[in-house]
């Protein structure tokens, strides 16, 4: 006699049924690190877009100051 199998029980399946409340707590989990991470990333465009208006100042002026330090370095100073 062949044994009867429920193929689509959980166990079956091999899968992980969770209640309402265990299916909250982990979207609560989730929704808090994903606030934490888009508060991050803005940090970080932030700080950025500090450091290339930075970065394009300072190439601003050494392209300003190029011929004088190249006169005193000579014409290999910045390779």
Do not use: C
């Amino acid at each position: 006699m062949i044994p009867e199998v429920d193929y689509f029980s959980p166990a079956t399946l091999k899968i992980t049924q969770l209640t309402a409340a265990e299916l909250s707590a982990a979207l609560n989990g989730f929704i808090a690190r994903e606030g934490t991470y888009t508060s991050l990333r803005g940090l970080r465009n932030a700080i950025y877009a500090t450091f290339h208006t930075a970065e394009d100042e300072m190439n601003k002026w050494l392209d300003a100051v190029r011929n004088v330090l190249r006169t005193h370095f000579g014409a290999r100073y910045s390779h």
